[in-house]
């Protein structure tokens, strides 16, 4: 079985299902994906976490693909609040559900092994390909940072796919560092940078495993829809995700999804409706 982390609010639903579509259509292996989420409403009204309902519909596409697969639904509310509450990097770059992975070796039921992939990933590939990298020597396998590589240092990650040997991140605290160094230090890549300041051995891998830019490339197995930097006709960024699929189409020229996204809009379509039935009912009650 791979084992997959995802974290996020609520507005990672549709991230989440489009990532499982494209996964499961691929992989013949089962796989139980561990759904961290957090109540920050304290912060922001739309810092909600996942719904159990969001959870439920995702655990019922991934068992209409495989029986075996499944949805492990963390609340982590308690323990981002234990560790984090109130700490320099809250207010970073991206949202602080970008620092719940750091959570992982918290959390007891956690395997021993450990996909960690952001919510704007694509899998264009068996996933297994990925999965069965040895690690044994490691703390994770990752990729090189498309532009951090140049502006930081030759080894800098991309920290949105992180192949994680959880027994071997225990014994060395790799976890547990980077949460002190978000605690006290701000990093302008927060989660990403605390992991990196915090590693004691990663093992660097083709950029098949995390393309950051071109998602035709032959035998890549993640895509990854990040921010871009262009440079023409003037320097600017770009920044369009999957389940964007227009725009992925007409700025990305980007096709490879095109049968799992007319998936994704007719799953997406019956979970509307079903939220909809489902205002009814109460309103009618």
């Not at 700490?87 to 021993?112: K, M, Q, S």
């Not at 930081?152 to 560092?177: C, F, H, S």
């Not at 990663?202 to 950029?207: D, F, P, Q, Y």
Request: glycine share 4%; with cysteine; charged share 30%.
């Amino acid at each position: 079985m791979v084992s997959v982390l995802l974290c996020g609010n609520y507005k990672v639903f549709d991230g989440a299902l489009t990532q499982m579509i494209s996964m499961c259509n691929r992989t013949r292996e089962s796989v139980c994906v561990y759904l961290m989420t957090m109540d920050l409403t304290r912060l922001r009204d739309d810092f909600r976490p996942v719904t159990e309902k969001q959870a439920d519909f995702l655990r019922d596409v991934l068992k209409e693909k495989n029986p075996q697969n499944t949805v492990r639904y963390l609340d982590m509310t308690q323990i981002y609040e234990r560790e984090f509450k109130g700490c320099v990097n809250e207010g970073a770059y991206c949202t602080p559900y970008t620092l719940l992975r750091l959570l992982a070796d918290l959390v007891p039921d956690i395997p021993d092994k450990l996909l960690y992939l952001d919510i704007d990933i694509m899998i264009a590939d068996d996933i297994k390909k990925l999965w069965e990298i040895d690690v044994g020597a490691f703390e994770y396998a990752a990729v090189k940072e498309k532009y951090g590589c140049w502006l930081i240092r030759p080894d800098y990650i991309n920290a949105g796919m992180l192949l994680m040997n959880m027994a071997t991140i225990r014994r060395t605290g790799l976890l547990q560092k980077a949460r002190e160094l978000i605690r006290k230090k701000k990093l302008l890549f927060a989660d990403q940078s605390a992991i990196f300041l915090s590693t004691t051995k990663k093992k660097l891998i083709n950029r098949i495993y995390n393309e950051q830019s071109r998602f035709d490339r032959k035998g890549t197995v993640v895509c990854h829809f990040c921010k871009r930097l262009m440079f023409r006709p003037l320097p600017h960024t770009e920044n369009y995700k999957q389940w964007q699929v227009e725009e992925i189409h007409k700025y990305l020229h980007c096709h490879t999804f095109d049968s799992d996204l007319e998936e994704y809009k007719t799953l997406k379509a019956r979970f509307d409706a079903d939220c909809r039935k489902g205002r009814q009912k109460q309103a009618d009650a």
